[in-house]
C-alpha cells in the first residue's frame, strides 16, 4: 500500500520520504489534493516496462493498483 503525506510534511521530512518509497508509491498532497507521486527509481523502472500500450492516467491506476494488493 502506499501513503499520502502533506506538502509541508514531504518537505521537513523528504529523507524519510525516500524511505518510503522502498515500500511503495507516496502520494504527496497540497491543500488536501492529491498533486505528486514520489516512487523510488526501481518502481519508475517498473512502470515504464510494463506500460507497453497503456497510457496516461489509465497506466498509473494499473501501477498504484499492483503496489495496493502487495
Known amino acids: 500500500m502506499y501513503r499520502t503525506v502533506s506538502a509541508t510534511?514531504?518537505?521537513?521530512?523528504f529523507g524519510e520520504i525516500m524511505r518510503l518509497t522502498k515500500q511503495g508509491p507516496v502520494i504527496i498532497e497540497h491543500?488536501?489534493?492529491?498533486?505528486?507521486?514520489?516512487?523510488?527509481?526501481q518502481q519508475f523502472d517498473a512502470l515504464m516496462e510494463r506500460t507497453g500500450s497503456l497510457t496516461g492516467a489509465r497506466c498509473l491506476t494499473r501501477f498504484m493498483n499492483s503496489?495496493?494488493?502487495?
Open 31 to 41: 491543500g488536501g489534493k492529491p498533486e505528486v507521486v514520489v516512487m523510488s527509481k
Open 9 to 13: 510534511e514531504a518537505r521537513i521530512r
Open 67 to 70: 503496489w495496493s494488493e502487495n
